[in-house]
């Protein structure tokens, strides 16, 4: 096992000193399981896929923003579509 000398400013110190009691354990033990936890999971990010994911679902809200457009700036659809109103007073009967 290798250790290793880490060095921390007060506000630090002192976070990491809440985190570790708010699970009980010592700061020591806090930062042993903070290493395993993050190095040893991957969170790598496929950047490529991120941008692709967001071209998709640019189209598609695109797609959504221009259903009914009349070409005049007027949406049609609002009218048809029950979301859109207001419940009358009084509620249903």
């Not at 110190?13 to 190095?39: H, M, T």
């Amino acid at each position: 096992m290798k250790e290793y000398v880490v060095k921390l400013n007060e506000e630090l110190d002192l976070e990491l000193e809440k985190r570790a009691q708010s699970q009980g354990v010592s700061k020591e033990q806090y930062l042993d399981n903070w290493a395993k936890l993050f190095l040893s999971a991957s969170h790598s990010i496929d950047r490529e896929e991120f941008a692709k994911g967001y071209e998709e679902m640019g189209a598609i809200n695109l797609g959504l923003a221009n259903i009914g457009d009349c070409g005049n700036g007027k949406t049609e659809h609002k009218k048809r579509l029950n979301i859109f109103r207001r419940p009358k007073s009084g509620g249903r009967k």
